[in-house]
């Protein structure tokens, strides 16, 4: 077992939220498409652009993420969201059209993401002596 393995984890994601403007705009764009039967839209308070999908994270690597991603930052941009998707599980989505400004912060927040990497390492002082990694954080 990790230390890791026992701490308290959180399902997260690095995402754009919009104002209020921009929410009214894709509920109408919601009501407007017409979706499958399956297809699930995203409710108004939960709308957003995914820009990475981290999954489970434990309060140490959550840590980090913070420390790395509270030095980026960005004016603000526009997205055109006209792509309508229906995803795997149902969920409605909208794409964004290709945008230098996103794709800029996308690459910017990955490189970031490599800079959360880190071990947590037992230094041992009584044989057998050495490291020993317990285990990974990171992107």
Avoid at 85 to 94: D, K, N, T
Avoid at 120 to 133: D, H, K
Wanted: proline share 7%; net charge neutral.
């Amino acid at each position: 077992m990790t230390v890791a393995g026992r701490l308290p984890h959180r399902r997260l994601f690095i995402g754009l939220l919009p104002d209020a403007d921009a929410r009214e705009a894709l509920v109408e764009l919601q009501r407007q498409w017409r979706w499958p039967r399956s297809a699930r839209p995203t409710r108004p308070e939960s709308l957003h652009l995914t820009l990475y999908f981290l999954g489970e994270v434990d309060v140490i690597r959550e840590r980090a993420l913070y420390d790395v991603l509270a030095a980026e930052r960005t004016v603000p941009f526009d997205i055109v969201l006209r792509t309508p998707q229906c995803w795997s599980g149902g969920i409605a989505v909208l794409r964004p059209d290709a945008n230098a400004m996103l794709d800029n912060l996308h690459a910017r927040i990955a490189a970031r993401l490599v800079d959360a990497d880190f071990v947590l390492v037992w230094s041992r002082t009584a044989p057998p002596t050495g490291y020993e990694v317990l285990d990974r954080f990171g992107a």
